[in-house]
T-cell receptor, first 109, second 115 residues
Framework: DAKTTQPNSMESNEEEPVHLPCNHS???????IHWYRQLPSQGPEYVIH???SNVNNRMASLAIAEDRKSSTLILHRATLRDAAVYYC??????????FGTGTRLTIIP | ETGVTQSPTHLIKTRGQQVTLRCSSQ?????VSWYQQALGQGPQFIFQ???????GRGNFPPRFSGLQFPNYSSELNVNALELDDSALYLC??????????????FGPGTRLTVL
């Protein structure tokens, strides 16, 4: 299984941007980069995904390095509701999601 | 649009018993995946069902089995329960066959405790 490396935890102030890094040096050409987040006492929730180009949606932006060995999830203006564990995942062609331990994001009011 | 639902919410069993967990997929979805999440860990893929057949399996023993029904709902069965099976069991539905964009929608999970 392709592996990702994320910091165990991060803190950010409310209403400021948050940059969550992810390293995936063994990524293959067909692996999609997915981000999910898990709020307390809930199942994971899809955030964003991409292959090569940077992506934007209503929740976040995904910046992918040119060599695809790393990516960054950007929350443009963090709110208290964004406090969660964020998982960076390389999705294989068979659609299996291989979760790591993720980054626990704490938002400081 | 109804989301993914799972039942029961919580369950307590003893070692050696058998358990069945249920999942109703989101309307329009034809694929169900099951994950096990131990405390403090990320979810681990158990298996996936597509059109009533197993379509991929993670590193779990055969005592973990599943079913998918014609309405795309699914069951996860675990036989001969062990203490280490205590975890949150998550079901996720998606819609295979619509290109590469097939976001998985997760249910709230079933918390299984094995004593």
């Amino acid at each position: 299984d392709a592996k990702t490396t994320q910091p165990n935890s991060m803190e950010s102030n409310e209403e400021e941007p948050v940059h969550l890094p992810c390293n995936h040096s063994t990524i293959s050409g067909t692996d999609y980069i997915h981000w999910y987040r898990q709020l307390p006492s809930q199942g994971p929730e899809y955030v964003i995904h991409g292959l090569t180009s940077n992506v934007n949606n209503r929740m976040a932006s995904l910046a992918i390095a040119e060599d695809r060995k790393s990516s960054t999830l950007i929350l443009h203006r963090a709110t208290l509701r964004d406090a969660a564990v964020y998982y960076c995942i390389l999705r294989e062609r068979n659609e299996k999601l291989t979760f790591g331990t993720g980054t626990r994001l704490t938002i400081i009011p | 649009e109804t989301g993914v639902t799972q039942s029961p919410t919580h369950l307590i069993k003893t070692r050696g018993q058998q358990v069945t967990l249920r999942c109703s997929s989101q309307s329009g979805h034809n694929t169900v995946s099951w994950y096990q999440q131990a405390l403090g860990q990320g979810p681990q893929f158990i298996f996936q069902y597509y059109r009533e057949e197993e379509n991929g399996r993670g590193n779990f023993p055969p005592r973990f089995s599943g079913l998918q029904f014609p309405n795309y709902s699914s069951e996860l069965n675990v036989n001969a329960l062990e203490l280490d099976d205590s975890a949150l069991y998550l079901c996720a539905s998606s819609s295979k066959g619509q290109g590469n964009y097939n976001e998985q929608f997760f249910g709230p999970g079933t918390r299984l405790t094995v004593l």
